[in-house]
């Protein structure tokens, strides 16, 4: 028995893809924006734009240039490398050619790197620097088979032999034969121009092929359900390996058409968000809770009339948001407020101008969307996957943080409207999306399902009686104790993490289990801050992460969460681990989801100290470092106890 079904509202828009390519929207942009600005990039402290008739000239010299180093048709490119103009222009200048883009997170491992060189059997590297070059040089197997390494900055590279070295400033040239021109106007939409990784949390990662119709639908999807407008500001900072970026930063400023943003280098994002004052941004939930917790460290640090102030005007841009007030209220009290305090927050998180800001890739707590809406900030959720695309988002006047939002409208060029219903086991089903396969995993695409009889997403998804989703966790991930009371992990953990000072948790308990528990990453900064102020002495992150005051603060925050969900269901005991989870150590994927399995193996001897109820548990582990040295931590760790238990 299945429950109904819902299909998306139809939007008409003005630009669609029609029959289009990526290269050819580009091309089309040329000729009809010549001279209004398509990309800005930060250089020395001074943005510099390019025109979309300057940009599809260096994508087709590019393209002749990646052709005479011998890039074919149907062969792999891979790039490696933070988001920057050169790169962008790159990969488009690739999928000109007919070749396919293949982009890895800048912070993967050489090992992880040589995974996508071998599995996507790429040919050439677009390699940032020296650290990614290395990388490049240093990975097992895979770099036998590539044989171009593309550099963009040359510094430190002087005196490296390898013949395979190229500087991406010597490559381009003339399309003297108009082969390019050629190559871009025999593109098809059904061609494959990307391939995305998936996260890999249960194994290795799976690389989904997405075809230009598929990038250019979800852009499509994005520009109907918020109404994103010509000429709109969008910054470029999640990494193009994630999907979602393929679509807000190739494929939604190419058909809406946005002006793009690079920022110079990671460490000044804050400061160029400020200066850019985007319409349009996409962050993970760990970069939003991160932006939250550097208010509340500011905070920490100001004077106690000005944390007061602050507090004030959060409560009264509370009371806004929920539409709690009089004449007196909108008239008097909400602008105040909004000049004294929170106009101020929006200028240091640099969305004074956002007209939508959205948060995927995972859940985040209601408490943090409440935060930001009382900061004015309009931020929603976003719901999809790579392999089947963005799915359901918020609109304006649609903020209801407990749901992911309405159905996305489709490009009525390209596809059927989504329909979307709940199955009998409680999973989402999908229709009217396309979905090209796994590369070389027949029969993980024969698993996803097909448009005819609905796409298995894997989640289970609640529709409420408007139609909107309400996401509980990833079906597989959905526990039953021993005791028989069934809890959602990811709900108890985002609910976690909306707390200052935690930066991650994962919570434990299975069949074998008849309770739940927590091990839980504090946050360095936030906690160091907390113990300055207090007085605290510590030398380490370990002798942080386990002084009493620090416990007793995450103590609090799990007492909060405990009081959200059924008795049964409740945490009953944690421990503040004494090292930071990390990607390079496999605990996280690098979209910083984390990799359950491999945290409780690591983590063994926590997990059976916090179920045995001793006081404390000796624990020595391996740390790695992203350079590939290794050392060993021994820490003694506290088992900390929550009214919880007991009722459990």
């Known amino acids: 028995m299945t429950g109904p079904r819902i299909t998306a509202r139809a939007v008409s828009l003005a630009r669609t893809s029609g029959d289009r390519t990526l290269p050819q ?73 007919g070749a396919v883009a293949v982009s890895v997170y800048p912070d993967a491992s050489a090992d992880e790197l040589a995974y996508v060189l071998s599995h996507s059997r790429a040919v050439a590297v677009l390699a940032e620097d020296q650290e990614q070059v290395d990388k490049v040089l240093t990975a097992p197997d895979a ?16 005196h490296y032999t390898d013949p395979r070295l190229v500087d991406l400033a010597t490559i381009a040239c003339d399309d003297t034969d108009g082969e390019i021109a050629r190559r871009i106007d025999s593109g098809r939409k059904s061609d494959i121009a990307c391939y995305c990784y998936t996260s890999g949390t249960t194994g290795r990662p799976k690389a989904a092929m997405l075809n230009h119709a598929f990038i250019l639908d979800n852009a499509y999807r994005l520009m109907g359900a918020l ?34 943003h690079f920022a110079e280098k990671p460490e000044t ?78 200028d240091l998180l640099g969305l004074t101008r956002a007209k939508a800001v959205l948060s995927g890739g995972s859940g985040l707590s209601a408490e943090l969307f409440a935060r930001f809406r009382a900061y004015g900030v309009p931020l929603g959720n976003l719901y999809g996957s790579s392999e ?57 695409s024969a698993e996803i399902g097909d448009a005819a009889e609905g796409y298995h997403t894997g989640d289970a998804v609640r529709l409420d009686d408007n139609g909107a989703l309400i996401f509980l966790d990833r079906a597989k991930d959905l526990r039953r104790l021993a005791t ?91 421990a503040n681990l004494p090292k930071e989870l990390d990607a390079d150590e496999e605990e996280l994927t690098r979209s910083r989801k984390l990799r359950r399995g491999a945290i409780e193996s690591k983590y063994a001897p926590l997990i059976d100290g916090l179920y045995s109820r001793c006081a404390s548990v000796p ?30």
């Not at 943005?47 to 005479?68: E, S």
């Not at 500001?233 to 393929?246: D, G, K, N, V």
């Not at 944390?307 to 909108?330: E, I």
């Not at 490009?411 to 590369?439: K, N």
């Open 227 to 260: 109404g994103i407008e010509p000429g709109g500001r969008y910054l470029s900072y999640i990494s193009p390996a994630w999907a979602a970026e393929q679509f807000f930063g190739f494929g939604l400023p190419l058909l809406a058409p946005l002006v793009l």
């Open 25 to 97: 929207v580009l091309r089309d942009n040329a000729a009809g924006l010549p001279d209004t600005v398509a990309i800005r990039s930060k250089r020395a402290g001074l943005w510099r734009a390019i025109t979309w008739r300057d940009l599809d000239l260096r994508v087709r010299r590019t393209a002749a240039g990646l052709r005479a180093l011998g890039l074919e048709r149907g062969q792999t490119l891979c790039l490696i490398s933070e988001n920057r103009e050169e790169a962008w222009i790159t990969q488009m200048a690739a999928i000109c050619l």
């Open 388 to 444: 089947l695309g963005l799915v359901a988002t918020h609109r304006r006047g649609d903020m209801d943080p407990e749901t992911m939002g309405q159905l996305m409208p489709s490009d009525p060029t390209l596809a059927q409207p989504i329909e979307a219903w709940v199955d009998e086991t409680g999973e989402l089903r999908l229709s009217g999306l396309a979905f090209s396969g796994y590369l070389d995993n027949p029969e993980a």
């Open 619 to 648: 624990l020595d582990i391996d740390v790695t470092y992203q350079d590939g040295r290794k050392s060993r931590l021994s820490a003694e760790v506290a088992m900390n106890r929550t009214a919880a238990e007991g009722v459990a």
């Open 269 to 346: 994002v804050q400061t160029d968000l400020r200066e850019i004052g985007p319409d349009f941004l996409m962050f993970t939930p760990r970069q939003w809770e991160m932006q939250a917790s550097d208010v509340e460290a500011r905070m920490m640090d100001a004077p106690g009339w000005r944390q007061a102030l602050y507090h004030w005007g959060v409560a009264r841009g509370h009371d806004r948001a929920a539409g709690q007030g009089g004449l007196w209220h909108r008239a008097v009290i909400w602008p105040l407020a909004d000049q004294l305090v929170l106009k101020g927050v929006r």
């Open 484 to 574: 028989g009371a069934v809890y959602p992990p990811q709900f108890l953990e985002n609910h976690l993490r909306a707390h200052a000072m935690i930066r991650d948790a994962i919570v434990i308990g299975d069949q074998t289990r008849d309770a739940v528990v927590a091990l839980i990453n504090i946050d360095m900064e936030i906690a160091g801050r907390f113990a300055e102020r207090h007085g605290l002495a510590f030398g380490t992150f370990s002798e942080l992460s386990q002084l009493d005051p620090v416990r007793r603060e995450i103590a609090g925050a799990v007492a909060a969460v405990n009081a959200r969900v059924d008795r049964g269901a409740r945490i009953v005991s944690f």
């Open 143 to 158: 770099p036998l088979a590539i044989r171009h390494i593309v550099f963009v900055e040359p510094r430190g590279l002087w």
